[in-house]
């Protein structure tokens, strides 16, 4: 387990949210009955790109139970418009209307409210305002947007160019010149959507009275929401009260401050009434934030052995039309990290981020998800180019412990990671050289398997130097508070926002660690931006290092106020002769420990009503309150390992098999670590093979309904195994890394890989996603196995010399 | 827009509620009938967490108009196990860690104690092809597929 | 989504529902399980502006010998028909089409009158009936008329049903003795809508075909039965060289419709495969 001896923290304990969730009794932002609340709807634009001429609401407000009806017009006057612009070079800053005025930019954008008395209602007064567009040419690939004679998506930007980044470490061109080859790859990934099945939806409570706004809302990141949201409807922070309640889902897209949401908060206001909204299934397609349509190229300058001497990277993104969040992101994230755990000094890279007449891109679990697909395939090109091994290349690139800690051409410092050893731990559970046999003798069969390889660098808890540098707004730090209330149960809380990963459960490992009481003991209570302190909230991995290492810190804090009350209580002169074991207060005894009598209980009963017994100036209560700026950057890692049957004739694909090997350091809960590793592969497989918002020539959204929009179910997904290494960072509070993204570019990566491996003896690869029955066919169409490039083909599948 | 009377028999008690036909029995069985356990996923009948029983069988009910429901009866969630007294499948589920968010769970919970009821010794197989009518977005459906096993082999030791 | 508002009618009779039927369409509908039709009035795709619910019709639902034939209820669940043992018996196809419909949850709801009304071009009972020479009972009020499956689907979601009329049953000719049959689909996921589907009925005697019945669902407007290829069978031995002769031929002359997301040749592809895996299946099962 844990390479430290804990008592709590990797405990294997069930989670403590279950009960109510397995039992129908959780609450969700739609089970809230809110009296009186009225019901909004959106009416949206049928168009991707239009002006808009004319609103008339006559009709459809003369239906009963219709209130009201609102345009652009009256949230313009009510609300600020969102202005994005950090002061980062190469980015453009661009703002939005709250609800648009005089321009719709993708199919579905909203362009009114409608609020009645019930939903059906609202639906139906919806169906009869009258909007006059006057459509206009849509941008509606990259490419388009690259060409400066394209449609302005945003008229106050010179182009579509939204964001252009690039940098270059050491000589890349010289490396290129000299190389011994010089192997080009490309990696075409498809628009996506996060689909939580819980849809996004909110209500406002407006109190006239107290001129304050109560906003329930499923929110991953409370504060920041809460900040943003006063500021947009120029109320002061403190008028503000947001509550997320239990949330089906986020990942990721439940992190901006959308529209619609805000839309629903002005009209409340407004209206002096409660209105919800909840999002309905087709909405979310159509108009919640999307992610993922990037086109990358490397070039790699290899030596014979397939050393990577040299790496170029070019990235285009299809942003969408409006920036929930910076574009600068991906080069950010993604050109920083790319290199992994592989030595490449020289190294350059040029990203792209235009806008288009989609929905605007949010960040979904992994934004940076194509990085590991990226590197590992342009590794696989190599072997294949150069005739091989593909581990072998892998083996001759990577940094070992030795080399640790490593600082990455761009920068980054990889430290206290295991690359290598989840790599031949991987190797070893799937057999490699077994594998390969079994490889040849089935495509002898007319059996066509592969195998993919993809190791995970994974940024997992970003610090505040890291959110300055890339303009993120906000800090890196995570707040946290325990209280032990006078009968000795616990309370704490951090910033976090729950949406379905136990945090419940895993912080009270946290906290009883700390303490050193039970996690039963212990309730951590989130989401409610009165009761939470201040805190970034739920991105990327953040939650076990920035949540779950503040709020040890902070218990252990805690600690030792309760022990120097206890020493005195027992008339001790040195509180490390004590120790507190699940609330019993102990005390040494030689080599031994000693139960003293005393418990937390009797400590906290004393700080609350005898504070006379307390130390000389000791203040009374035993609350506590801690900030914690994480590093600037914390990694975990991962290889995963794919297998997969290709049928050639149809171009159907069954994952045989899927290995992991992770290291994710301390683990507050092995239980849900697991969970989430299951999870981040199942999106990244269904990712890559089934997932794609498809958009046409016109900008008509084509996946309108689950029906269109494939996610994988049961029946498509393997077994994971999965094996744990727990090596700890030394710079985190009890050696946490966190994790929850990795996995989605693991499994990319894996299974990108795996496909390619399968291919390669008809002499082509797949290099769009999603993989598709269709796709592979068209690659397969018309070709012979056996055609197999470069001198070197029957060495291919035996392994070249083994470092 | 014309409301009528609807008497639903739901968990074993009739409820008596004014609606349109057209309302649906997902927000019927939420808003009319006070039971928030049933949740809405999609209402096109592909996710499955509106999963109810009627009649015992499984039944998505953003695919029912309430009104239709007249006459039958209606099992949701809240009907399966209480705090502290779990079904053998939400008990195996628990102990499986095979929920996260808990959104589709009520759907497959009600899904399972019919399969399992008609299906008492399924392998993997039919396992994952009953559960495929349900999407998670959360778990990768394999700790689900473990706790389903695990209950239906405590509930053929029980029997 | 919610739907648009309708009225609603519940009869409790056959006549009933004829009468309401004649009363309203073309604008009032019928609803059985609804799997179809109310993901399509929840979107506000479909709006009718009555809603006549059979779900009460239920001696509509049944499966019984007529003979040589296999009666089955209009509104027989395709949970039943994939578990009946009459089916089963009599009209294996047809349950094992039954079988991979959908989910577990939507077998229990739809209804074989559903899905054939519905005439969606990959759905598998249409694709059955078609390749079985089913023929349909339908009726209205104060008449009725029997229908050859052949007849009956003319285009996508299209059916040579009048508004008015209602399917009452579907008679599948039984299954003979030395006759295997074998249903193969190939979709995205489990339980989608095939892009392609095949059946396939193969009769022999002491190794020799008597009688080829096929059918390919998903690649046109409707399903087809090609029955010239299949006229060619007979005399022929049923060895794994005639079941790929069958294969390709059912890809040259299956009639496809092109696609943006499915290219026609890719569908020819998919049907040469699934002939070639229903068939080889039917003709293992008789050899065994």
């Known amino acids: 387990m844990n390479a430290q001896a804990f008592r709590h923290i990797g405990s294997h304990v069930p989670r403590k949210e279950d009960e109510r969730l397995l ?196 929110i991953q990141v409370p504060h920041p929401y809460r900040t943003t949201l006063a500021a947009r409807l120029r109320l002061a922070e403190s008028q503000v009260t947001v509550i997320s309640p239990d949330v089906g889902g986020g990942f990721g897209q439940k992190i901006a401050l959308y529209r619609e949401e805000l839309a629903v908060a002005a009209i409340a206001r407004h209206l002096k009434r409660p209105v919800r909204w909840r999002e309905d299934r087709l909405e979310n397609l159509l108009a919640s934030s999307q992610a993922r349509e990037d086109f990358v190229r490397t070039r790699a300058a290899v030596d014979a052995q397939g050393r990577v001497l040299g790496l170029e990277l070019e990235i285009v993104e299809d942003f969408g039309a409006y920036s929930f969040y910076p574009g600068n992101y991906l080069a950010r994230v993604v050109a920083m990290i790319l290199t992994g755990p592989y030595r490449i000094r020289h190294y350059g890279y040029d990203v792209k981020v235009l806008l288009s007449n989609k929905v605007g891109n949010g960040p979904m679990r992994a934004p940076m998800s194509i990085t590991s697909w990226v590197m590992e395939g342009t590794l696989d090109a190599i072997a294949r180019e150069l005739a091989l091994d593909p581990v072998a290349v892998r ?16 920068g980054e410092v990889l430290a206290d990671i295991t690359p290598r050893e989840t790599l031949e731990a991987v190797l070893a559970a799937v057999g490699y050289e077994a594998f390969r046999e079994r490889q040849r003798a089935a495509r002898e069969q007319g059996v066509y398997l592969g195998l993919g390889i993809c190791s ?158 307390l130390p000389p100036g000791m203040a009374p209560g035993l609350e506590f309150h801690l900030a914690y700026e994480p590093p600037p950057m914390t990694y975990s890692n991962s290889t995963h390992a794919c297998e997969v049957r290709l049928d050639p004739a149809t171009g159907a694909l069954r994952i045989e ?36 918002v498809e958009y046409d020539q016109q900008g008509q959204n084509l996946s309108g309904t689950l029906a269109d929009y494939l996610v994988a179910t049961a029946c498509e997904l393997p077994k994971f195994e999965v094996i744990s290494m727990h090596t700890p960072n030394r710079a985190t509070p009890a050696g946490v890394k966190g994790m929850a993204e990795g996995g989605v570019m693991g499994a990319l990566g894996a299974v990108a890989n795996a496909v390619n491996d399968a291919l390669a003896p008809f002499g082509v690869t797949a290099s769009r996603h999603p993989l598709t029955p269709m796709s592979l066919r068209e690659l397969l169409r018309g070709r012979r196995p056996g055609v197999a490039p470069g001198p070197a083909a029957a060495e291919a599948s035996r392994p070249a010399t083994i470092e | 827009m014309d409301q009528q009377s609807i008497t639903l028999t739901v968990n074993g008690r009739n409820i008596e509620f004014a609606a349109e036909p057209r309302k649906l029995l997902s927000d019927a069985l939420r808003e009319d009938c006070g039971l928030t356990g049933t949740h809405v996923g999609c209402e096109h009948g592909v996710c499955g967490a509106c999963t109810v029983l009627v009649d015992g069988q499984p039944v998505r009910a953003c695919l029912t108009f309430a009104v239709q429901m007249e006459g039958h009866e209606i099992s949701t969630i809240e009907s399966i196990g209480e705090h502290g007294a779990l079904s053998p499948l939400q008990q195996a589920l628990h102990e499986t860690h095979g929920l996260q968010c808990g959104f589709c769970t009520p759907g497959i919970v009600m899904t399972f104690e019919a399969f399992l009821r008609a299906n008492p010794d399924p392998g993997e197989d039919e396992i994952r092809d009953a559960l495929s009518g349900n999407l998670c977005r959360c778990t990768g459906y394999q700790n689900i597929v473990a706790a389903i096993r695990l209950a239906a082999a405590r509930l053929r030791e029980a029997a | 989504m919610k739907p648009a508002a309708f009225q609603y009618l519940r009869p409790v009779a056959i006549e009933d529902a004829l009468r309401q039927l004649a009363r309203f369409a073309p604008e009032g509908k019928l609803i059985a399980g609804g799997q179809s039709l109310a993901p399509m009035m929840n979107m506000r795709l479909a709006r ?13 639902a049944y499966v019984k010998e007529a003979g040589e034939w296999l009666r089955v209820g209009a509104l027989t669940r395709h949970q039943r028909l994939a578990a009946s043992p009459l089916v089963q018996r009599h009209c294996p196809l047809l349950a094992q089409a039954a079988q991979t419909i959908g989910h577990y949850a939507i077998r229990q709801r739809g209804t074989i009158g559903g899905s054939l009304a519905h005439a969606d071009p990959a759905a598998q009972l249409p694709l059955v009936a078609v390749t079985l020479g089913a023929r349909l009972q339908l009726r209205r009020q104060g008449g009725e008329r029997t229908v050859d499956a052949a007849d009956f689907f003319l285009s ?108 026609a040749q890719y569908r020819r592809e998919l049907t040469q495969v699934l002939v070639g895996r229903a068939l080889g299946r039917a003709v293992a099962d008789l050899r065994a």
């Open chain 1, 23 to 218: 039992t129908g009794r959780g609450r969700y932002i739609d089970d809230i009955a809110v009296p009186g609340a009225l019901h909004a709807t959106f009416v949206r634009s049928p168009h991707a790109h239009a002006r808009i001429r004319s609103i008339d609401a006559g009709e459809a407000l003369q239906r009963p139970g219709v209130v009201a009806i609102f345009t652009g017009q009256d949230l313009a006057a009510w609300t600020t418009r969102h202005r994005m612009a950090p002061p980062i070079d190469g980015l453009q800053p661009v703002e939005m209307d709250t609800i648009p005025v005089s321009k719709v930019r993708f199919q579905g954008d909203p362009v009114a409210c409608v609020v009645a008395a019930d939903r059906y209602t609202a639906e139906d007064a919806a169906e009869l305002v009258q909007v006059e567009y006057e459509a206009l040419p849509a941008v509606t690939s990259m490419w388009q947007a690259l060409d400066p004679a394209s449609p302005l998506v945003d008229e106050t930007l010179p182009s579509n160019l939204l964001s252009h980044q690039h940098a270059t470490h050491g000589d890349v061109a010289a490396q290129m010149r000299q190389a011994h080859r010089v192997v080009e790859s490309e990696f075409s990934q498809q628009r996506q959507t996060h689909l939580p099945i819980e849809t996004r939806g909110c209500i406002a409570v407006w109190d006239e009275g107290r001129q304050h706004l109560t906003f329930h809302v499923g």
């Open chain 1, 395 to 410: 083996r001759i690139n990577m940094v070992g412990a030795a080399e640790l800690p490593y600082t990455m051409a761009t």
């Open chain 1, 456 to 613: 995970v660098v994974e940024s997992t808890t970003y610090g505040s130097k890291f959110y300055k540098s890339a303009g993120i707004p906000g800090s890196g730090h995570e707040a946290a508070w325990v209280r032990i209330e006078p009968s000795g149960v616990v309370n704490a809380s951090c910033g976090l926002g729950a949406t379905g990963q136990g945090y419940e459960t895993a912080l009270s490992n946290a906290v009883a660690e700390g303490l050193g009481t039970t996690p039963a003991n212990v309730r951590i209570q989130l989401g409610h931006t009165d009761v939470a302190p201040y805190g970034m909230g739920s991105r990327g991995a953040r939650g076990g290092t920035a949540g779950g290492g503040t709020l040890y810190l902070c218990a252990q804090e805690a600690r030792a106020k309760v022990l120097a009350i206890a020493a005195a209580r027992l008339g001790l002169a040195d509180p490390g002769e004590l120790r507190m074991t699940d609330g019993r207060i102990e005390r040494r005894a030689g080599a031994q420990w000693q139960d003293s009598g005393l418990t937390l209980a009797d400590v906290a009963r004393t700080a609350y009503l005898d504070p006379l017994m």
């Open chain 1, 657 to 692: 098999r899927y290995v992991v090997a992770e290291d994710c350091g301390t683990v507050l809960s092995p239980v849900v670590v697991e969970g989430q590793q299951h999870g981040a592969i199942a999106m990244g497989l269904s990712g890559a093979l089934f997932e794609h």
């Open chain 3, 48 to 60: 009718p502006a009555q809603l006549i619910d059979l779900n009460d019709l239920t001696e509509l």
């Open chain 3, 156 to 263: 996508a979601m299209t059916t040579a049903l009048a508004a008015d009329e209602m399917i009452e049953w579907i008679e599948f000719p039984k299954a003979r003795p030395g006759e295997a049959a074998a249903f193969r689909l190939f979709n995205r996921r489990h339980g989608d809508y095939a892009l392609v589907a095949a059946a396939a009925t193969v009769e022999c005697e002491g190794g020799t075909v008597q009688r080829l019945r096929l059918g390919v669902g998903g690649a046109a407007a409707v399903p087809q039965a090609l029955r010239a290829l299949a006229g060619t069978a007979r005399g022929r031995l049923a060895d794994d060289g005639w079941v790929a002769e069958v294969a390709q031929a059912a890809a040259r002359q299956v009639d496809v419709d092109e696609d943006a997301r499915v290219p």
